[in-house]
């Protein structure tokens, strides 16, 4: 089997720049990398949008999600040509369950407190509402361990994810069918640690790596992502 394109998945509160320092050092080394955007409308719709790229690209694939993006390939890597999935500081959903759910069996993280519930108009139907964080609270809740400079123009560059998404249960469990990776981010404040472990024991991962970093880990420790990823590459190729 030929080496898997690579399709980074970003979280909601980010966009495909989150992981630009992962996304430059797979590309130096010869990689085939993808970074689509994630709309933050739904679960279904967001998987649905990841699941089309995907199935987009000739040969497989190796899908890893961050944050909200773990839930993304959680229910599109169950597309065909999708060979492995890594979860980096993310959701790794059971069938049936939801974000909320998940988090809810698990002390609150410092996000829950920080979060901004905002309207939004939907054509022909009752309004929406975004979910952001804090723009005061984002650099030290969401962008620790980044420069202060850059976790501002983050904080006031975010894309918000909608309310809904928060009780959307996955339709399927992708990690049931597919081996998977994953890397737990010690520090986390914006996810509790701890659900990103249990989420990914219950899933049966391959290895799961923890690293002494916060939430935005591809961006604070690229080398030590790049590493999982480089890993999953080898045991798929």
């Not at 520090?187 to 024991?201: H, K, L, S």
């Amino acid at each position: 089997m030929s080496s898997p394109t690579i399709v980074l998945v970003h979280g909601a509160f980010a966009d495909a720049a989150s992981w630009a320092p992962v996304t430059q050092r797979l590309l130096a080394a010869g990689h085939r990398v993808v970074v689509p955007p994630v709309y933050n409308r739904s679960l279904a719709a967001d998987a649905a949008s990841i699941r089309a790229v995907v199935e987009g690209i000739d040969g497989p694939v190796l899908l890893a999600g961050h944050s909200y993006g773990g839930a993304v390939i959680t229910v599109a890597g169950v597309a065909e040509n999708v060979a492995g999935l890594v979860y980096v500081a993310g959701y790794a959903l059971d069938e049936g369950e939801s974000l909320g759910r998940l988090q809810g069996g698990f002390p609150d993280s410092d996000l829950a407190s920080a979060l901004v519930y905002t309207p939004f108009p939907v054509p022909g139907g009752e309004p929406g509402t975004d979910v952001s964080v804090d723009v005061d609270k984002f650099p030290e809740v969401f962008a620790a361990g980044l420069d202060p400079a850059e976790a501002a123009v983050l904080a006031v560059s975010q894309r918000p994810l909608t309310a809904v998404a928060f009780g959307e249960p996955a339709s399927v469990a992708a990690w049931k069918t597919k081996p998977g990776w994953g890397i737990v981010s010690s520090a986390d404040r914006t996810i509790n640690p701890d659900v990103e472990r249990f989420g990914y024991q219950r899933a049966g991962l391959r290895s799961v790596v923890e690293i002494d970093g916060p939430h935005l880990v591809m961006r604070t420790h690229p080398d030590a992502v790049v590493a999982v990823l480089t890993e999953a590459l080898a045991a798929l190729s």
